[in-house]
């Protein structure tokens, strides 16, 4: 047992080339971790806690997040992936009313679309342009809990809309201004 800089402990395991190739340890969060590393030194998967809850880390041959799974801000699940170039790429998370939620990104690191949950508990999908502006999305109209679409302007603006009222009729309303 060798002890870290902070005075806490840890255990490695080396190879046959005398490398360290996986840690158990104490970590700054006082809590415990396994690390793997690959036989360049780096670190291609970490077991370890995140403000006390679990978290697993998957990197790449160079020691660069790949995926992540552990909580998001409102102590719920969170499943990370990270494109080539470090990106975000996918969340797979909850949302604030308890729901489920994917979200996908584009190159830039912006919003591309998120299929989840609206306000009243029912599926939605927006999808959005590179700037991360809302452009189109199927979610339900709140009147009449019926289904609700609608396109935008690159700039956001309302193009058309098509709803369910809640006596049953349809609405159309297109916008070319």
Excluded: C
Excluded at 22 to 38: Q, W, Y
Excluded at 150 to 157: E, I, L, M, P, R
Aim: charged residues 15%.
């Amino acid at each position: 047992m060798t002890s870290n800089t902070d005075g806490s402990g840890f255990i490695g395991v080396d190879n046959v080339d005398k490398k360290e190739v996986v840690r158990i340890t104490a970590n700054a969060g006082k809590g415990g971790g396994i690390g793997i590393r690959n036989n360049l030194g780096n670190d291609i998967i970490n077991l370890t806690q995140d403000n006390s809850f679990g978290a697993l880390l998957v990197n790449n041959a160079s020691g660069t997040n790949l995926a992540s799974i552990t909580h998001n801000t409102l102590n719920g699940g969170f499943i990370g992936t990270k494109d080539q170039n470090g990106k975000d790429a996918v969340w797979l998370s909850t949302n604030s009313t308890g729901g489920g939620q994917i979200n996908t990104f584009n190159e830039a690191g912006k919003i591309a679309s998120v299929i989840g949950i609206d306000g009243l508990g029912n599926g939605a999908l927006v999808n959005y342009n590179k700037a991360g502006t809302p452009l189109a999305g199927i979610t339900t109209a709140n009147a009449s809990n019926g289904g609700y679409i609608f396109a935008n302007h690159s700039n956001g603006k309302d193009v058309a809309r098509l709803t369910s009222l809640s006596d049953g009729s349809g609405y159309l309303s297109a916008d070319n201004n």
